[in-house]
């Protein structure tokens, strides 16, 4: 009897666990559209579909990824929205990694014009929204990770690009 009750408590845990699986999925560089193998620096233009999935976490879709020659330059705009995403580049050494912010798909804070003149900020919830992202192809680049960023809720990795 006893060993039907665990039997049946690792079988529970064991779904449970596997509805919070991150989401994984492959990119060859080198079958990337425009990708110039020639090319002394690469950059990477990727779009990222997130959607609202079952339950609270996100689900996220790599659907379009385009390679452009040249070198980034650091023109990111601050990130004011607690809700954001994290992407971040990982190499085999870890102080070539530096985080790139930005405002949540999802969770978007629009300035909107009222019949007086005045704007206000309102707040926006989608099912459904696009994340471009730019990101020097470096040497050693090995995978791109997305984390969620809530407030008063724990950095949640929502998705793994790896790169070969």
Same mark, same amino acid.
């Given at each position: 009897m006893m060993c039907k009750i665990y039997f049946l408590l690792v079988m529970i845990i064991g779904v449970a666990l596997t509805g919070c699986k #991150?989401? &994984?999925?492959? $990119?060859?560089?080198?079958? /990337?559209?425009?990708?110039?193998? %020639?090319?002394? %620096?690469? +950059?990477?233009? $990727?779009?990222?579909? +997130?959607? !609202?999935? !079952?339950? !609270?976490?996100? #689900?996220? &879709? $790599? /659907?379009?990824? /385009?390679?452009g020659n040249g070198k980034l330059r650091n023109l990111t705009a601050p990130v004011h929205s607690p809700y954001r995403i994290i992407v971040i580049p990982r190499y085999p050494v870890n102080d070539m990694e530096n985080e790139l912010v930005f405002e949540h798909p999802l969770y978007k804070s629009v300035e909107v014009a009222s019949e007086d003149g005045r704007l206000t900020k309102q707040n926006l919830n989608a099912k459904e929204g696009i994340l471009s992202v730019r990101i020097q192809n470096e040497n050693g680049l090995k995978k791109i990770e997305l984390y969620s960023i809530m407030p008063g809720k724990e950095n949640i990795k929502i998705y793994t690009l790896n790169l070969e």
């Open positions: #991150t989401a &994984e999925s492959t $990119l060859s560089i080198r079958q /990337v559209r425009n990708f110039d193998p %020639n090319a002394a %620096n690469h +950059i990477l233009f $990727l779009d990222f579909k +997130i959607s !609202k999935g !079952k339950g !609270k976490m996100e #689900t996220v &879709e $790599l /659907v379009n990824a /385009v390679s």
